[in-house]
């Protein structure tokens, strides 16, 4: 009973302060709510509906595949919002000099951390909301189950982002830094960064790379998943990873730059 | 259990930017119930002191001790959950864009100040503040003075044994000055103990049992505002003369001055890198002279002036400081413009 009640008490000030933040943040989820379901019925639906040049895809699994394509445009968005301020904005507006005396930065990250963290996977799960009912929609039911497998590859993958933004976050002084860091090096690291790499070694399968490894909440929409070629000779092109590969490289991502995060902020002065 | 009297220990800090110290061998010691004025200049190191207390600033040497649940002291900066409760209002207070509501409520929750006494806390506080009309509005749409108040509710919200204020009444008009300087009191009724820098030296005087007076960096003393102004008695003779002296002459005169009186100057000044004993200010025709305050030394000095330097000046009227105030003492002791003065003139 005492130790319950000593978590209870270790645990309060994370509770709180994962309430306030998801209040903080309420507007934002908001905004970026909309625009990822219009960014949604603009890619996804109006084209199949009005356009004569776009065809809809013949099965479920490809249209959800073509569907998650933009996607990675509004978790570069959202990741951008909710994280790139989530350490630097306590010393660029000077909140820290009033929260920091008052709440271990150690909760006070946790905290920040699950609400951001929940309200990512909150615009998630409208995304993937809007991707099951317009399959349904389109296709009819029932609703292909490897949406749930992919939802859950989005799930790590944002956590793996969200931990390497708040590291950025750690140290930069201001917002925007971090988030023209973590854009450019989705949008474009692969675009640089892959080539000169496959130039030294051919076959290397760019595992380290976050815009790669979101390749495969597309490819496991498909049922037979595990057993698409993974590797195309004829383009020289590793098309995504495999499940194993996959959860370590994240897993690796969140906790390893979540404690870099963690120990830089710690020893970070106002 | 036997409990320690003494609630926060200040030992031998020190805090460096690269060459410059901001902070020199400071040492402090408060006691359970006290309310203590850190007073000095800007500059003087006083926000540095109160962010190490606050834990937001590492020191570059020494150690803040306070007293942690048992009645023992310990480090600060040493992982525990066990000190006492603390309070903060450190420099200009900014917050995160919500209501002062959910700002308090959520200060008291990480505080682990009791559930069921949250809101009714939280409105007592805005009620005696004048603020509850504005317990949900916006804190973006506050005034610097209502920003002030809601930082003061934050630093005392969850009752807490210690609490440090730097310059709480910046910004404050003289009702909510009124509030605050009855509410410090409310506080020591309570046996709360406050450790608060201000510039706002009468509202110090009004509320604090002892005072810290702090420049460039050193403690340059710690006692009761009685004993502090007895300390630092102005001992001062103005020499007000006839015509005014050209600066060049005044150097001279000055140097004779200082042969002569040399045995009768104050000698125990704390800023005693330039003389400063006597100075000449051309605009008022006077020299101010620094003595050792002995009553025997103020005859002769008078018997000096008269006799020996007739030649330099004609004496109109000598006069003293009817007394020590504590304006005269902060700018006596502290205040760096008073006190640098390369060639004494003015």
């Known amino acids: ?270 | 259990m036997i409990m320690n009297d003494t609630i926060l220990e200040i030992e031998n800090l020190g805090k460096k930017y690269g060459k410059f110290a901001a902070l020199n061998d400071f040492n402090l010691s408060i006691r359970k119930g006290e309310i203590i004025g850190l007073v000095g200049p800007n500059g003087a190191g006083k926000t540095t002191v109160l962010k190490i207390i606050a834990r937001l600033m590492r020191p570059s040497s020494g150690e803040v001790l306070v007293q942690n649940l048992n009645g023992d002291m310990q480090n600060i900066h040493q992982k525990s959950s066990n000190l006492i409760e603390m309070g903060y209002l450190i420099d200009i207070p900014n917050f995160y864009n919500t209501t002062p509501y959910i700002l308090l409520r959520h200060v008291a929750n990480i505080r682990n100040y009791p559930n069921v006494n949250i809101k009714s806390r939280i409105d007592e506080l805005l009620s005696h503040f004048n603020l509850y009309q504005w317990k949900y509005k916006k804190l973006k749409n506050f005034s610097k003075g209502m920003i002030q108040k809601v930082a003061f509710l934050v630093a005392i919200i969850h009752e807490p044994e210690l609490i440090i204020l730097d310059e709480p009444q910046t910004g404050l008009d003289p009702g909510a000055r009124i509030k605050i300087r009855e509410y410090l009191r409310l506080l020591q009724n309570e046996k709360k103990t406050v450790l608060i820098s201000s510039h706002l030296l009468d509202e110090l005087r009004e509320v604090c049992d002892k005072m810290a007076l702090i420049n460039q960096g050193i403690l340059i003393g710690f006692d009761t505002l009685d004993n502090l102004e007895r300390k630092f008695k102005i001992k001062v003779i103005f020499c007000e003369i006839l015509e005014p002296i050209p600066q060049k002459k005044a150097e001279n005169v000055i140097e004779k001055l200082y042969r002569n009186l040399e045995s009768y100057l104050e000698n125990d000044m704390v800023n005693t890198n330039n003389r400063e004993e006597i100075t000449y200010n051309n605009k008022s025709k006077t020299f101010k002279i620094r003595y050792d305050g002995l009553e025997a030394s103020r005859s002769e000095i008078l018997n000096i002036l008269s006799s020996k330097f007739k030649s330099d000046f004609t004496i109109s009227s000598f006069s003293e400081p009817k007394s020590s105030q504590f304006e005269s003492l902060y700018s006596q002791v502290l205040d760096p413009n008073q006190n640098k003065k390369s060639n004494g003139v003015e």
């Open chain 1, 1 to 270: 009973m005492k130790g319950f009640t000593k978590f209870k008490k270790a645990i309060r000030p994370i509770q709180s302060t994962i309430w306030l933040e998801l209040k903080l943040q309420k507007l934002k989820f908001i905004i970026i709510s909309s625009i990822s379901i219009v960014l949604f019925i603009l890619t996804s639906v109006i084209p199949y509906i009005s356009s004569p040049f776009f065809f809809l895809p013949s099965d479920q699994a490809t249209y959800m595949h073509y569907s998650t394509s933009f996607y990675l445009f509004m978790v570069i968005l959202s990741t951008g919002i909710f994280f790139s301020s989530i350490i630097c904005s306590e010393y660029q507006k000077k909140t820290g000099l009033t929260i920091f005396p008052l709440i271990s930065k150690k909760k006070l990250i946790i905290g920040k951390y699950i609400a951001n963290y929940i309200l990512m996977i909150g615009i998630g799960v409208i995304y993937f909301s809007c991707i099951g009912i317009f399959s349904y929609y389109f296709y009819g039911g029932p609703i292909l189950y490897t949406i749930f497998i992919s939802f859950s590859f989005l799930a790590l993958y944002l956590l793996a982002l969200a931990s390497f933004t708040t590291f950025f976050s750690s140290f930069m002084r201001s917002t925007l830094p971090v988030f023209a860091i973590i854009a450019g090096y989705l949008l474009l690291g692969g675009l640089v960064i892959d080539p000169v790499l496959r130039s030294l070694g051919a076959n290397l399968e760019p595992l380290y790379s976050l815009s790669y490894l979101y390749s495969i909440v597309q490819y496991t929409f498909y049922p037979n998943f595990s057993s698409i070629e993974r590797y195309n000779e004829l383009g020289n092109l590793w098309m995504f990873p495999s499940a194993e590969g996959t959860i370590i490289m994240l897993t690796i991502y969140a906790i390893v730059f979540f404690l870099l995060a963690y120990l830089i902020f710690r020893r970070r002065q106002l």
